[in-house]
Structures are given as structure tokens and as C-alpha cells.
């Protein structure tokens, strides 16, 4: 029996079916010694290289395990940056199979709620647009924002990569000529996209600038709102088969998470609050040691 590559790649947990294909374009894996093409199939002997290393095929079925990310403004969402600035995988846990794959992206500029998990499949379906997932995001904008402006909002604009909309809008537009018409007003939209800005362009394209953005809603799952920012809690069992159920994808039966957990009570949070600061402190001192001044000897 025979696979798609990228499929088995990313079953390996190297990462979504969509970075896998990437990889594939790039010249990154061969099958076999032969440098692979996008269509490649292969079984279970097929020896596939990736940058040169031989990919030791796991034969045991990783338990699909998802997190959920309170990401802060400032945070980059790739694994490593040339200048060191924060990334969202500074904090994550170490992970004994595979690697931790984030679940679409924020800008440096956005806040709130990121997933991340270490199956593949799951991560290409929750991100591709023919599942059509829903996000929410609450947003802050500046300038004149009135019932045309929603309407024309939800009913479409022409961005420079296509039409894009938002499916619902809820907040309260200013009444015409009171004070609070030049303030900054909160709405909260949907959208089954994720193009890269499309919120921010939205708002542009009426010119309405947006001074703050957090995702508070993946599919199924809401921000948990006490969690802190730069925290993560793994989801259990109940709700990875709610996102496993919207993308079609068969239960999961097991989980790495301990039932007696529970909730957020006050104690995990303030060892959570603990271990973000500290974390903070870290990145600041840059992990430079202090040199000690010798006394020469005589």
C-alpha cells in the first residue's frame, strides 16, 4: 500500500501537509536515492531522506495531542529568528514523538489564541480552506465605522489576493455626529480564511485603522481567558475530538493529559505566571554569564 509523501512526512510529525509539500518543492527529500516530486507516492520500505538524513519511519502511532497558546503581542510565529526575537515555540514542552506544529499564524502585532499540535493531518485540515473553520477575532479600530461600513464588510471587498468578507460582526456602531464617533470601539468578527492580514486589510479597506487584534476563537475551541499570556494548556481528550470531528478526522482514544488537572485553579496559574516571567527574565539577560575579574598573580 502506498502513500502521498507529504502525507507520510507529515504523520512523522515533521509538520503540515502544506509545509511538507514546500519541502518537497525546495529539493528537501528524495526517496530511494531519486529526488522526490510533488505526486510522489511511497510504501512502507521506501527509504526517504530529508536534507540528507535518513527519516527513521516511526512504526508506533503517536496519541494526538493539541495545545492551546496564549500568544502575546511581540511573538514571532516560526521556530527560529536570525535577530532572536521571541518566538511562539520558546515555551512549548518538550515532546517525545515528532514536533510541536502550529496551527495557522499570527502577526508579530496579534495577540491571543494559537494551537498547536504534533499531528499533521489534524494541523492541514483545521488550516485548509476547504474545511472552512471559523475564527474570531476581537478588534479594536480608529476612524469612522457606520452600518455601511459593517455591511459592506460582510457582504465583500476585493483585496489584492481576491475577495474576502467577514461572516458576522457584532459591536455597536457610534450614533452619527456624538462623541463617541472618533473613539476606539471594540467589534468582534468571524472569518473561514486565513490569509495572511485579512482582518487588518478588511478594516483598511475602509479606511479604519485597527490598534488591536486578538484571536479568541478557533473552531470549537474560545481563548480560555484566564489562561496568561505566554502560557499554554494541553487540551484533553473531549476537546481534540471536537476538532478532530469539524475536519472529519476519526476519534483519538487516548491522551497525555491528567484527568485530576482540572481546571484552571489559582495555584497552576501562578506557577504559569511564574514560569512565563522567568522566561522573560532569561531572554532578557541574554544567557550571558558575567565574567569574574581575576587577580593576576605576582
Known amino acids: 500500500m502506498t502513500e502521498k509523501l507529504q ?34 507516492r511511497v510504501d512502507e520500505t521506501g527509504q526517504i531522506r530529508v536534507d540528507g538524513h535518513l527519516l527513521s519511519r516511526q512504526t508506533e502511532q503517536p496519541v494526538c495531542r493539541v495545545l492551546m497558546y496564549n500568544k502575546p503581542e511581540g511573538e514571532l510565529c516560526s521556530r527560529h529568528d536570525p535577530e532572536g526575537r521571541d518566538t511562539v515555540f520558546d515555551r512549548l514542552p ?33 488550516m485548509h480552506p476547504k474545511c472552512e473553520v471559523e475564527r474570531e477575532y476581537a478588534v479594536r479600530v480608529f476612524g ?19 475577495e474576502a468578507k467577514f461572516l458576522s460582526i457584532s459591536g455597536k456602531v457610534a450614533p452619527p ?10 467589534f468582534n468578527v468571524t472569518l473561514k480564511e486565513g490569509r495572511n492580514r485579512e482582518v487588518r486589510r478588511l478594516w483598511e479597506s475602509q479606511g479604519v485603522q485597527v490598534s488591536r487584534l486578538i484571536r479568541v476563537k478557533y473552531g470549537p475551541m474560545d481563548l480560555q481567558k484566564r489562561l496568561p499570556q505566554g502560557a499554554w494548556v494541553e487540551l484533553g ?32 496559574l501562578s506557577r504559569m505566571r511564574r514560569s512565563v516571567k522567568k522566561h522573560k527574565v532569561r531572554k532578557e539577560n541574554g544567557g550571558v554569564k558575567k565574567r569574574v575579574a581575576r587577580t593576576p598573580k605576582r
Open 144 to 162: 469612522d465605522v457606520t452600518h455601511q461600513t459593517l455591511n459592506t464588510l460582510k457582504k465583500g471587498v476585493q483585496l489584492e489576493d481576491g
Open 94 to 126: 518538550a515532546i517525545r514523538m515528532g514536533r510541536w506544529i502550529a496551527v495557522g499564524r499570527l502577526d508579530m502585532n496579534t495577540s491571543g489564541l494559537l494551537l498547536f499540535t504534533n499531528d499533521g493531518e489534524l494541523a492541514n485540515r483545521l
Open 177 to 186: 455626529g456624538s462623541e463617541e464617533e472618533s473613539m476606539n470601539r471594540w
Open 7 to 40: 502525507k507520510v512526512l507529515a504523520n512523522q510529525g515533521l509538520g503540515s501537509r502544506r509545509e511538507m509539500e514546500r519541502w518537497i518543492e525546495q529539493g528537501r527529500v528524495s526517496v530511494d536515492g531519486t529526488l522526490a516530486t510533488l505526486g510522489d
Open 237 to 268: 481528550l473531549e476537546d481534540v475530538n471536537s476538532l478532530r470531528d469539524i475536519v472529519q478526522l476519526p476519534e483519538e482514544t487516548q491522551t497525555m493529559v491528567d484527568v485530576r488537572q482540572g481546571k484552571l485553579d489559582h495555584a497552576r
